[in-house]
């Protein structure tokens, strides 16, 4: 149980281009999902916490008009990146809150903006 | 605001070597602590956590953590290390409830056969 799927895995934008990832808890329902930033060979950083319903709350130097987040469903989050840039370039990791405060994390999914 | 600091960025052990990587926390409050292991080309899995109670954790893998407030620490062990071990060990604290995770930079364990 406790199975979060990212999509897609990887992806390969132009610069200026929006890119839109989704997270999904496959088997529980999380009204609490997160976004992290990982750098290589680095830790994870968290960018926003997404609540299903209502508007995310973004961590302190996270551009929340780059980085959109919409929590739709007790199962779905998406991260947009708008207006890409090569600085964008990252590991994205989502997480989802399930069986009381455990974050359960995605696979990830690795941005390349040209 | 949470900090986190993991005292080891890379071991290197030998198989059946015992292990312990460090982590110390920085928070006010009462906090959840985490152990996640990321294998190579695998996601964040969690090992263990302590939310209250026995400060002695045990976790999947024969990994198991204590939790010692006057220390502010939350350090991670396994009396006889595999080779599978290898992997990267994140340790992360949070204050509950909806609140993110604070990650440590990790420790990069390497287990030579």
């Known amino acids: 149980g406790a199975v979060v799927s990212q999509h897609p895995s990887r992806v390969i934008c132009k610069s200026g281009t929006s890119v839109k990832i989704e997270c999904r808890s496959l088997?529980?329902?999380?009204?609490?999902m997160f976004w992290y930033r990982q750098f290589p060979k680095q830790s994870l950083m968290l960018m926003a916490t997404?609540?299903?319903?209502?508007?995310?709350?973004?961590e302190q130097g996270v551009e929340k008009d780059k980085f959109l987040i919409n929590h739709a469903s007790l199962t779905l989050s998406t991260l947009t990146v708008t207006s890409a840039h090569p600085e964008d370039s990252s590991f994205y990791i989502c997480s989802a809150n399930a069986l009381g405060d455990t974050q359960y994390f995605g696979p990830g999914t690795r941005l390349t903006v040209l | 605001a949470q900090s986190v600091s993991q005292h080891n960025h890379h071991v290197i052990l030998s198989e059946a070597a015992s292990l312990e990587l460090g982590c110390n926390y920085s928070?006010?409050?009462?906090?959840?602590l985490f152990w996640y292991v990321q294998y190579p080309g695998q996601h964040l899995q969690l090992l263990l956590k302590y939310f209250s109670g026995d400060p002695l954790v045990k976790g999947i893998k024969g990994f198991e953590a204590e939790f010692i407030k006057s220390k502010f620490s939350f350090n991670l062990r396994k009396p006889s290390v595999q080779w599978s071990d290898t992997a990267e060990y994140f340790c992360a604290v949070s204050a509950g409830g909806a609140d993110g995770l604070t990650f440590g930079k990790g420790t990069h364990l390497i287990i030579q056969p």
């Open positions: 928070y006010g409050g009462t906090v959840n």
């Open positions: 088997d529980f329902q999380a009204t609490t």
């Open positions: 997404s609540n299903e319903g209502s508007k995310a709350t973004y």
